[in-house]
T-cell receptor, first 116, second 112 residues
Framework: DVKVTQSSRYLVKRTGEKVFLECVQD?????MFWYRQDPGLGLRLIYF???????EKGDIPEGYSVSREKKERFSLILESASTNQTSMYLC???????????????FGDGTRLSIL | GNSVTQMEGPVTLSEEAFLTINCTYT??????LFWYVQYPGEGLQLLLK?????DKGSNKGFEATYRKETTSFHLEKGSVQVSDSAVYFC???????????FGKGTHLIIQP
């Protein structure tokens, strides 16, 4: 089974801090994604990456950046944390199967981040 | 752009009742469609998927059929159990490696 591991289940940080959320997958997937989940809003895509050192903006990239130095690891960075970034953050990965249908994304258990 | 609309919750049913959670979508081209489930305190798990019109995805007694004519992908189960209590998300993916577009989720509560 695919394993997507997020480094922390719960995290508390202060306004203005630089925050790193780490995600590692063990299935050699090309694609990795970061979402945030908020009540009444569902999941919204922040950034994604389809290869090492590649990144693409999702629907809500403002206030975030990402890093993909190795294929298995995709980091989400809050440059200067703000209270409106308090949320559940979910990482996902998927494989690119050339000539085949879209492959499903596999999710980690999430990091619940609180910004005080 | 792409969008997914699913029925608002919470949906409360008794054990062994029939379940339908409606999902409709707007997308260009021919997206793939998914249902994910999130149990309390956990991440999302893929429940089922369909990649082309008239495909039926099924898993754990749940089914959904990709209806292009009505742009729908309704989730059904004939007899729900207490263990099915969770939040269910309908989602679509366009062609390529883009991210998923999710509905807002439906909280399902099954009472014994």
């Amino acid at each position: 089974d695919v394993k997507v591991t997020q480094s922390s289940r719960y995290l508390v940080k202060r306004t203005g801090e630089k925050v790193f959320l780490e995600c590692v997958q063990d299935m050699d997937h090309e694609n990795m994604f970061w979402y945030r989940q908020d009540p009444g809003l569902g999941l919204r895509l922040i950034y994604f990456s389809y290869d090492v050192k590649m990144k693409e903006k999702g629907d809500i990239p403002e206030g975030y950046s990402v890093s993909r130095e190795k294929k298995e690891r995709f980091s989400l960075i809050l440059e200067s944390a703000s209270t409106n970034q308090t949320s559940m953050y979910l990482c996902a990965s998927s494989i690119t199967a050339l000539g085949q249908d879209n492959q499903p994304q596999h999710f980690g258990d999430g990091t619940r981040l609180s910004i005080l | 752009g792409n969008s997914v609309t699913q029925m608002e919750g919470p949906v409360t049913l008794s054990e062994e009742a029939f379940l339908t959670i409606n999902c409709t979508y707007t997308a260009t081209g021919y997206p793939s469609l998914f249902w994910y489930v999130q149990y309390p305190g956990e991440g999302l798990q893929l429940l089922l998927k369909a990649t082309k019109a008239d495909d039926k995805g099924s898993n754990k007694g749940f089914e959904a059929t990709y209806r292009k004519e009505t742009t729908s992908f309704h989730l059904e189960k004939g007899s729900v159990q207490v263990s099915d209590s969770a939040v269910y998300f309908c989602a679509l993916m366009g062609r390529g490696a883009d991210g998923l577009t999710f509905g807002k989720g439906t909280h399902l509560i099954i009472q014994p």
